[in-house]
């Protein structure tokens, strides 16, 4: 059967033959990133009967696992994720078969749903698909499902296991689950992009099912670094008046009182260099596209990851400006107890067009009259639609996405990106959604 498909769709080579077949007394195909699951006895009627629907019961094994769908975030609700990635894949099946002279009545049932969600999101990604399936009642999700479901995800959720694939060697299916994820990840993230380049070559043909699945790659592998992470790149070294345990030389202190009593040979260093956040700003998109629940979560998130860590200076500058097509509103932060007071008080102001320059000339302006000595960069909070300043600024200068890259965006070449998701903002976006 892999071999089957594998004269169709070549650039899939590598992920057709990374999981591992395994029987396994279950009514339809399951994974969990490692292994594909399959009752023998099934799969040889549908074999003799519906060859081409098994085929699409693999391939829609292959691109869960392409997409990393069997790695939920544990706070996920089940049912509304597992029929975002249904979706996701199901629509990536009926662009790869369009063509083909079997189609299925399966088909002809997604087809309009296909076709909604996509004039509603775009490019479909079981993010966005989660997110749009979380406005709707769960009866509602129930009907979905059903339609674009073709396997199944137990295996996805260790607490939802009822046999182990090992029962020998494992005690549960959450020691299972979690002894190599980070391996089981690392691999299809390399397999994804190897199947991302294949297909680069086969970009300009006719096909638009080729065109959707790099779409598709593209999304789900944007540069999505760790915001935490992010943040340091706008650090500026100082020194701490405390002790310097990481450069502290142990066998010779602990020489001294062995050999001397209480009369160490060294004494540990005073002084410990650290990154921390001096000069900031943090810029607020406040056109209409712009949510104020999700400008708060965002902000909060930041003063979090701040505030931890040794990041901060008991004395700090950041400005934290709103801005559509002019600046709305600027608070100057100068302590992290400024900060907690502007989160306490936050409102958003604005709601016009959207034009970035105004923040640009507010910071240089800033800057010429000594406001800022050491000014590391700004964080642009938007949707990314709007003027750009022509010329790169003298600090860095980052633009941050909620969920992925606006469509027809084009930053210019200086600006810094980065795509945070919903789940990235954490208790702060739930918090301010109920």
Known sequence: MRNGLLLKYRYFDKALFS?????????????????????????????????????????????????????????????????????????????????????????????????????????????????HLEELKEEEVEIIEKIFKRDLHTFWYPEEYEELPDEDKYESYEEYKTEDIEELLENWERISEQTKVKMQSLKESDDPSITMLMQNLEQVNQENYDYRSFLEKFAVSGEDIKINEEEFDYIYYSYGLDLYGNVPLINPLEYKEVSKIREFVIAIDTSGSVKGELVQAFIEK?????????????????????????????????????????????????????????????????????????????????????????????????????????????????????????????????????
Request: proline share 5%.
């Open 19 to 131: 999981l591992t077949p395994i029987p396994l007394d279950v009514q339809e195909l399951m994974t969990d990133g490692k292994g594909i699951y399959y009752n023998a006895e099934n799969i040889l009627k549908k074999y003799d009967r519906q060859l081409e629907e098994l085929y699409r019961d693999y391939l829609h094994i292959i691109l869960h696992c392409i997409y990393y769908h069997p790695f939920p975030r544990k706070e996920a609700d089940p049912l509304r994720w597992n029929t975002a990635c249904d979706i996701t894949v199901e629509a990536i099946l009926y662009e790869l078969t369009k063509r083909e002279s079997y189609r299925g009545l399966r088909s002809f049932k997604q087809e309009p749903f296909i076709q909604e969600f996509k004039e509603k999101l775009g490019v479909l990604t079981a993010e966005k698909l989660y997110y």
């Open 302 to 434: 930041t003063y979090n990851i701040l505030s931890q860590y040794e990041n901060f200076y008991s004395k700090v500058n950041i400005h934290i400006v709103q801005c559509d097509s002019h600046i709305r509103k600027v608070d100057i932060i100068k302590s992290p107890k400024d900060f907690e007071t502007y989160l306490e008080d936050f409102t958003l102001i604005g709601f016009g067009g959207t034009d970035f320059r105004p923040v640009f000339d507010y910071i240089d302006e800033k800057i010429q009259e000594g406001v800022f000595f050491n000014l590391k960069g700004m964080l642009y909070f938007t949707d990314g639609h709007g003027k750009y300043p022509e010329k790169r600024p003298d600090y860095n200068s980052a633009f941050i996405f909620l969920d992925e890259y606006p469509i027809g965006f084009e930053p210019p070449i200086w600006a810094m990106t980065l795509v945070l998701k919903r789940y990235d903002l954490g208790e702060s976006y739930e918090h301010k959604r109920s």
